[in-house]
Structure formats: structure tokens, C-alpha cells
């Protein structure tokens, strides 16, 4: 009688280990965009970008399919964020309305506006991504997950845990 090996078959862990990091780069920069809105800190996104993708690799046999792999993905590293946000910093305690932020921002006016210039628009970027800063941490995940994930609304709530 043949002898079973204990050993994994090198070949398929190979093709395991690519898959994988197929996957994990088609969806990086998504997975670093939801960390950074969360952690406001380019090294500490990395970090829970790091813990996204162990949790990933520890858990990829617990992936359903019944969402889709993004929707999996993004609430790993979501969850990844906000232990390290809440670990480091705790809960924010100032929550800013959104109407607000975009009064003080001057935003307004709609497809009348002429095209910025490119100076013109690293300035607004820059206008942005300081309004993001001053959001809480919640309401940057949904802005993040709707306007640059381009996740519906149905998906953005069910994502979040939200009504």
C-alpha cells in the first residue's frame, strides 16, 4: 500500500500562493484608499493593509461567494483599520456635518463651473482631502466607499453595518 504524504503538494500551493497574490494586487490600492480614509496616515494604512492581507490568507476558506470578493476584501481591511485606529488613537469625539465641511469648503455651483486648471486642481485636492480629514472616521468609509469605490448605497450600508 502507497505511503500518503503529509506534505502539500508544492505544485498546488504555487498555484495558491499566485492566485492569491493575483487577487491581492487587483484590489490593493482599493484596500489601501479604504485604510488611509480610516487611519488618515499613509505607514499606518500599510500596516493595516499587512493585517488585511494575513486575515485574507487566513481566512480565504471561510469566503462564501455570496458577496462579491471586493465587498469581502474591503470589509476585512475596514475591520483591520479601525482595530488599529481605535488601538492608537480611540474613538474620535467631534463629529462634523457634511453640509458643513462643504460650506467651508466653498464647493457649490455644479456643472456650471469651468474645468479647473491643473493648479487650480491640486489645490482643490488638496481642499478635499483636508475637508476628509476633519470627517470622522465612519463618515469618511462612506464617502470613500460611494464616491471612489463607487459602491451603491445598498452595498455602501450593508458594508458598514448601516441602515
Known amino acids: 500500500m502507497p505511503r500518503m504524504s503529509t506534505k502539500p ?16 494586487r487587483s484590489h490593493n490600492q482599493r484596500l489601501f484608499r479604504t485604510a488611509r480614509a480610516i487611519l488618515r496616515d499613509d505607514a499606518e494604512a500599510e500596516d493595516a493593509l499587512q493585517e488585511t492581507f494575513l486575515a ?12 462579491s470578493a471586493r465587498h469581502w476584501l474591503l470589509a ?29 469648503a466653498g464647493w457649490g455651483g455644479g456643472a456650471a463651473d469651468p474645468p479647473l486648471a491643473p493648479d487650480d486642481r491640486a489645490a482643490a485636492r488638496e481642499t478635499l482631502e483636508a475637508a476628509l480629514m476633519t470627517l470622522s472616521a465612519e463618515e469618511r468609509e462612506v464617502l470613500i466607499l460611494r464616491d471612489l469605490e463607487g459602491f451603491s448605497g445598498e452595498e455602501t450600508a450593508s458594508l458598514l453595518h448601516l441602515t
Not at 9 to 24: K, S, V
Not at 57 to 67: K, Q
Not at 86 to 102: A, C, I, N, T, Y
Request: charged share 30%; with cysteine.
Open 9 to 24: 503538494d508544492t505544485a498546488a500551493l504555487r498555484a495558491e500562493h499566485a492566485a492569491f497574490a493575483q487577487i491581492m
Open 76 to 104: 476585512i481591511a475596514r475591520n483591520a483599520a479601525r482595530r488599529l485606529y481605535r488601538r492608537k488613537r480611540g474613538e474620535p469625539h467631534e463629529f462634523v456635518s457634511l453640509d458643513e465641511l462643504g460650506r467651508e
Open 56 to 67: 485574507c490568507w487566513r481566512s480565504a476558506g471561510t469566503f462564501a461567494g455570496g458577496d
